[in-house]
């Protein structure tokens, strides 16, 4: 008895399989559905800006939950036809015909002719107690997304890399009331100069934690006893793409870089289409892109969708083809 033959017969196919199901995947998902392709988005149930109560700069959209942003996508997804499947993908496997295998950690396997992947980043915040807690709620990063909603209130930006001076600047914009805090990072003369010139006050001493009172943050503990008073506290995480399933298939994450400086990792993939190095495989949104925000992301599934489903009608047309000639030379 032939029993990998079994499990291959029994094993699902699927056009695209769409692993992770944030903005990227659903978008990518509902381009290829419409296109009347056979699709499955298996989604670890982690999205990014779970932390968020609303997301914001996405025309039409704007102040929405990311969470109902998210069940109306799956809705959309379903209501054409396509599939979505809690889980996780741990590998997939190239195949002799082109395809792939995907394994998913409750040891379960698809088929699929082609990969998008959209599983996002991880942001790794600063070793300071209490900013997970508070992340994507009064503890920020993008001013895009959470600046007005802070606007005129006192803003203190935590100096823990390179980036600290460019966000208190950014920031500034938003509030007059924006201060840095040194923390472990040493100013140059260049930077205090820049600095004041904004009108951004530098508070010396190293955050030791964040106080809070009535769960809304009032300000942060300084070595020494000290505190300085805020109502958001801006950090700046580093970017770690979730490249697990990538990385299995030869494609290594590559660093990002910003000013010279790194701040996270990436997949590289062509900036318009999405295709990856690897052939059959595609990404969008944060594991590539890892500053774009919602909108962006989608844009970018879509864009994938539709060089995806253009590469399938290439693939079909050329077999179609070939089974003319073959038929044509038979008679």
Known sequence: MDTDRDEDAMTERFDVVVVGGGAAGLAGALTLVRARRSVLVIDS???RNA???HMHAYLGHDGQSPTDLLAKGRAEVTGYGGRIRPGTVVAAD???DGGFLVRCGDASTVRAGRLLVTTGLVDELPAVPGLRARWGRDVLHCPYCHGWEVRDEPVAVLADGPL???QAGLWRQWSARTTLLAHTW????EDRELLAARGV???EGEVTGLL?????LTGV???GGGAARCGALVVAPRFTARSGVLTGLGLPTAALERDGHVIGTCVESDPVTGATAHPGVWVAGNVTSPMEQVAGAAAQGVRAAVAINTELIEAETRRAVEAYRAAAGAR
């Not at 809070?212 to 809304?216: A, G, I, S």
């Open 201 to 203: 006050d530098v508070v």
């Open 212 to 216: 809070v009172d009535e769960d809304r």
């Open 94 to 96: 190239r195949l002799p």
């Open 221 to 223: 503990s300084l070595a």
């Open 186 to 189: 040493r100013l140059t003369a």
């Open 164 to 166: 600290a001076v460019f």
């Open 45 to 47: 149930g982690s999205p």
């Open 51 to 53: 932390p968020a109560a």
